[in-house]
Antibody, heavy 121, light 108 residues
Framework: QVQLQESGPGLVKPSETLSLTCAVS?????????WGWIRQSPGKGLEWIGS???????YYNPSIKSRVTISVDTSENQFSLKLSSVSAADTAVYYC??????????????WGQGTLVIVSS | SSDLTQDPAVSVALGQTVRITCQGDSLRNYYASWYQQKPGQAPVLVIYDRDNRPSGIPDRFSGSSSGNTASLTITATQAEDEADYYC???????????FGGGTKLTVL
C-alpha cells in the first residue's frame, strides 16, 4: 500500500520560503514514477505545481516556475518542495502525489492527506 | 485561467445518470483523468487513461472522450457521490499538468 505524508511548517511569513517534505512508504521513490505537488487555495480548485522523476528531471507550472524547486532524497525515500518569496496568494493546502502519468495518460494515483500552509506575518 | 473547462455545478436526481464534461485542446492529444473530492478530504482518482477505474472505484463510474471533450459518467448516482469532480490532463506544451476548475455535483 503506497502512502504519502506531507510535513513542514504550517505558517510561513511573507517573502520567506515555504518548505515541505513528502515521505513515501510502500514504494521506492526510485521505482520509475514521477512524484509531484498539487495545491488548493481555500475554497478554490486544484493547481498543479510540478513534478520530478526518479532521475531528477523536473517539470514546473509556468506560472510559478521561477519560485519553485522540487528535489528528491532517495536515501530517505522522500521528496521536497521549496517555494520562495511567498505571499498570501500561496496560502493553500499542499498535497504530495505519485504521478503515474506516462505517454498519453495523465494520472495522479496516490495522494497525501494534505497540509495547510498559511502565509501571514 | 485553466486550459481545461468544466461546468461549475451540476445536479442529478438520486439513482439517475449524470455526465460531467471537461473541454480543452490538449484533450485531443492526452487522455483525461478524473478525481473526486469530498469536503475536507484529499482528492481520489476515479478514472484514468480515458476509461479505466482504479481498484475500489465502483463500476458506476465511467469515462469517455471525443475530440476536445472528456466526460465522466456516473450511472445510478448515489448520495455518497455528491462531491467536487476535477479533470486533469496536460497543458498545450505537453510537459505540464493542468486541472479543470472543478464541477460541484449535487445529488437531489
Amino acid at each position: 500500500q503506497v502512502q504519502l505524508q506531507e510535513s513542514g511548517p504550517g505558517l510561513v511569513k511573507p517573502s520567506e520560503t515555504l518548505s515541505l517534505t513528502c515521505a513515501v512508504s510502500g514504494n521506492s521513490i526510485s521505482s520509475g514514477y514521477h512524484w509531484g505537488w498539487i495545491r488548493q487555495s481555500p475554497g478554490k480548485g486544484l493547481e498543479w505545481i510540478g513534478s520530478i522523476n526518479h532521475s531528477g528531471t523536473t517539470y514546473y507550472n509556468p506560472s510559478i516556475k521561477s519560485r519553485v524547486t522540487i528535489s528528491v532524497d532517495t536515501s530517505e525515500n522522500q521528496f521536497s518542495l521549496k517555494l520562495s518569496s511567498v505571499s498570501a496568494a500561496d496560502t493553500a493546502v499542499y498535497y504530495c502525489v505519485r504521478d503515474a502519468s506516462a505517454g498519453f495518460v495523465v494520472s495522479f494515483d496516490y495522494w497525501g492527506q494534505g497540509t495547510l500552509v498559511i502565509v501571514s506575518s | 485561467s485553466s486550459d481545461l473547462t468544466q461546468d461549475p455545478a451540476v445536479s442529478v436526481a438520486l439513482g439517475q445518470t449524470v455526465r460531467i464534461t471537461c473541454q480543452g485542446d490538449s484533450l485531443r492529444n492526452y487522455y483525461a483523468s478524473w478525481y473526486q473530492q469530498k469536503p475536507g478530504q484529499a482528492p481520489v482518482l476515479v478514472i484514468y487513461d480515458r476509461d479505466n477505474r482504479p481498484s475500489g472505484i465502483p463500476d458506476r463510474f465511467s469515462g469517455s472522450s471525443s475530440g476536445n471533450t472528456a466526460s465522466l459518467t456516473i450511472t445510478a448516482t448515489q448520495a455518497e457521490d455528491e462531491a467536487d469532480y476535477y479533470c486533469s490532463s496536460r497543458d498545450s506544451s505537453g510537459s505540464n499538468g493542468v486541472f479543470g476548475g472543478g464541477t460541484k455535483l449535487t445529488v437531489l
